[in-house]
């Protein structure tokens, strides 16, 4: 009798154990299916010649991986991540895979200055010395809303020797001292030069206004509120879920593991990690007013005039141009050291491509434009295309 009633127990914790495991493998499952690929049928055509599009770059470009995400009117038509996300484990991309997005982060910067405008803690247009007296006197004044269409009179650092370990450049306060005896290298508003030095000075001004650190600050008045929970300044240091490892080419276009870099010293400019789909989520906020009013979308999308009367191609942290059949597009290209990025919307159509990759690449750049054709085709059939 003691024997049954053992081998009983057995069987009821073989069968427990068994439903455990059951249970353990749908939960990942499921997990599985949450963070899997999207795709809306409507748009099957479209996909598919855009996978074909990023399966070549894959190719061409020897990039490990990268992720996609196409909405229209807010709607995702297509998310995915393809590649790895670790070439030596073979670990996939997926939507959840964080990359370097180099100076994409840009827009991030832009839009905290935009909505503390919005609440009243900043004039774009007064004197950057009316917030930081204390900052060394240079030949021109010159404000934030030059700094942030890099028209301001600072020169483009070198970005990548900054970086460097070595450097010790932790903070952002650290990497602003460096150049901040630095004379302007011509006089604000009549020229625009790209300057990561100018975002720095950005977010040493959110810094010094609120009393905040622009890590916790960013978070708290853009990234929480706009729900971007992949999105974060990159730390070599923390352990941080779902992050890409970083690709670099050698001397010889060799692919090879990218140098150590810290971009919390320049987080403004370049420093953040992201996915295709929380840039898409924050591009989103540039089609229709919802977390910032019609005043900052407008400051967004409508190109920056110099003093000189020139219309730039760019505006408050965004490129502004037009395609070839005359489509304003207003987007971002971002790269720094292991990563890529690129964002493309196209207002009248309320079409918004985003993508993200793990390898730096200034010969091949993320077809954005190219994907969107394929969906602008289906929005727009009559408009026949001009000759490139």
């Not at 489509?327 to 207002?347: C, D, E, L, M």
Request: aromatic share 10%; with cysteine.
């Amino acid at each position: 009798m003691e024997k049954n009633m053992y081998q009983s127990v057995s069987m009821i914790k073989a069968l427990i154990l068994m439903l455990v495991i059951s249970f353990s493998f749908s939960s990942c499952k499921k997990k599985k299916d949450e963070n899997g690929p999207v795709y809306n049928m409507s748009y099957k055509e479209a996909i598919l010649e855009s996978r074909k599009e990023l399966g070549a770059h894959l190719i061409s470009s020897f990039t490990p991986g990268m992720s996609v995400c196409v909405t229209i009117d807010g709607e995702v038509i297509w998310s995915e991540g393809l590649g790895y996300a670790n070439k030596e484990l073979k670990a996939p991309v997926t939507r959840e895979t964080k990359f370097r997005i180099g100076t994409s982060s840009q827009l991030f910067t832009a839009f905290l200055m935009a909505k503390m405008e919005e609440e009243g803690k900043i004039d774009l247009d007064e004197s950057f010395y009316t917030y930081i007296p204390n900052f060394p006197q240079k030949d021109f004044d010159f404000s934030p809303r030059m700094l942030a269409a890099q028209a301001a009179g600072f020169p483009q650092a070198p970005a990548n020797e900054e970086l460097k370990l070595d450097k010790k450049l932790v903070t952002l306060k650290d990497y602003v001292s460096l150049y901040e005896n630095d004379p302007q290298v011509y006089e604000p508003n009549t020229y625009f030069l790209k300057s990561n030095y100018s975002w720095a000075l950005l977010g040493i001004l959110a810094e010094d206004i609120t009393e905040t650190r622009f890590p916790e600050l960013i978070k708290e008045m853009v990234l929480d509120t706009l729900g971007l929970t992949n999105t974060q300044v990159d730390n070599y240091l923390a352990i941080i879920p779902n992050r890409s490892t970083n690709y670099h080419r050698d001397y010889i276009a060799r692919l090879v593991n990218a140098p150590q870099v810290n971009l919390r010293s320049m987080a403004p400019a370049l420093g953040f990690l992201s996915t295709a789909d929380d840039l898409n989520k924050a591009s989103l906020q540039l089609l229709k007013p919802d977390y910032f009013n019609e005043q900052s979308i407008k400051l967004f999308s409508e190109p920056y005039e110099l003093s000189t009367g020139q219309l730039l191609n760019s505006s408050f942290g965004w490129l502004v141009t037009y395609d070839n059949d005359g489509r304003k597009v207003i987007g971002q290209s971002g790269n720094t050291v292991g990563g890529a990025s690129a964002i493309a919307i196209y207002p009248e159509e309320k079409l918004v491509i985003t993508m993200c990759a793990n390898l730096d690449d200034n010969y091949n750049e993320l077809p954005a434009l190219q994907i969107a054709r394929h969906f602008i085709d289906i929005l727009d059939p009559k408009k026949e295309p001009k000759d490139e």
